[in-house]
């Protein structure tokens, strides 16, 4: 195999890049400077003046994105570890995720028709509100861009994590389940890390539906594919 | 702590391992059936009946399901870069998608949060 140095550059990048931000956000705090706003601008700020299409970026880098795969086999740690929960409180947390996705799916689909966007960005918006190993597959199942979601999930973490924190204080929530579910179901895992802010009960029901509305999603495929 | 530092990696490494055969063996399973799920799905089933049947306690994979979900994003970063390509749909299309997000974001959260608040605050009246 030919060495390819310009597509290990950005191999290099992408992780320097990550590493940097990571350290920056540890030490600062500001949310601005959070890896998930950080990294992608420090990659574009690079790639866009250089001319770099996606196909040659993606090259050497799009293994990481198959290491989704194994981030999803991961997930059974805290859907195990929280069955307690689960066992107790899984009528309110299976209602509210239901309502969640029900809002997501309809809203951004609504939304979207609205204000007539492209069908293909329609359908990639659609599952935007759930964890990105999820949310890729569900795309693809839906004839949506999965590379797409996965963009839109960013901004949805991004913002849902700033929205979520205005919200609790005008929402009367005077449960750890309802602020938890709140940050799981609209936010991923942006909002989980927003919500082990607020407390650790709220993070843990955060990162338990945040996981199982993933699951939810997916498994509604098919009836999806069919009505969208 | 600098002690564990020597046999941590390793460890790391090895739980990893496991999570990533997990996938594989998750895979080929989905492949055989034929059913139309992810292999990652297949693998967290997988994982599941482990830890009831017992012959695995989620202890033992802490360290690595910890670090994967820690790193999530390095792993999606590629698909980001994406826009890339969408230069012109982001200039034509790119705030009315940002509107998109928001507003069905901030209903997502108020949908969820008072659904569950309601049926939590329901529960409670009659259980009492």
């Known amino acids: 195999m030919k060495l390819e140095p310009m597509s290990l550059f950005w191999l290099a990048l992408t992780v320097a890049a990550y590493l940097f931000s990571r350290w920056l956000y540890g030490r ?26 996606y196909a040659e970026y993606a090259r050497n880098t799009h293994w990481l994105i198959g290491v989704l795969g194994p981030v999803t086999v991961a997930f059974a740690v805290p859907i195990w570890q929280q069955r307690a929960m689960l066992a107790r409180h899984w009528p309110a947390l299976l209602l509210g995720m239901l309502a969640g996705s029900l809002a997501s799916i309809s809203s951004s689909w609504g939304l979207a028709h609205l204000l007539a966007l492209d069908e293909s960005v329609s359908l990639s918006l659609v599952p935007r509100s759930i964890t990105t190993p999820f949310a890729m597959p569900l795309a693809h199942d839906l004839g949506g861009v999965p590379e797409l979601t996965a963009v ?3 901004f949805t973490g991004v913002l849902g994590a700033v929205f979520g924190g205005l919200l609790l204080r005008v929402l009367p929530l005077r449960t750890s389940l309802a602020r938890g579910a709140l940050f799981g179901v609209g936010a991923h895992g942006a909002g989980v890390s927003r919500a082990h802010e607020v407390g650790g009960e709220e993070g843990s029901v955060a990162g338990l539906v945040m996981v199982l509305t993933g699951l939810l999603n997916l498994f509604a495929a098919p009836l999806l594919a069919c009505l969208l | 702590m600098k002690a564990t530092v ?54 033992t994979l802490q360290r690595g399901a910890g670090w994967l979900m820690a790193q999530m994003l390095l792993f999606f ?10 230069g012109s749909l982001m200039r034509s299309e790119g705030w009315r998608i940002l509107l998109v997000i928001a507003l069905s974001t901030l209903v997502v959260m108020v949908v969820t949060a008072l659904t569950v608040e309601l049926v939590c605050r329901w529960s409670l009246r009659h259980e009492a």
Request: hydrophobic letters at 65%.
């Open chain 2, 77 to 86: 970063i590629p698909a980001l870069m994406s826009l890339l390509d969408y």
């Open chain 1, 28 to 53: 600062t705090g500001r949310y601005l400077l959070s890896p998930l706003v950080l990294v992608p601008a420090l990659l574009l700020a690079v790639a866009i003046p250089l001319h770099t299409a």
């Open chain 1, 152 to 154: 839109f999930v960013m």
């Open chain 2, 6 to 59: 020597s046999n941590a990696l390793p460890r790391l490494l090895a739980e990893l391992c496991a999570l990533f055969v997990l996938y594989f063996v998750g895979g080929q399973l989905v492949a055989w059936l034929g059913w139309p799920i992810p292999a990652g799905v297949m693998g967290m089933a997988l994982l599941l009946m482990l830890f009831a049947v017992g012959a695995l306690k989620p202890g």
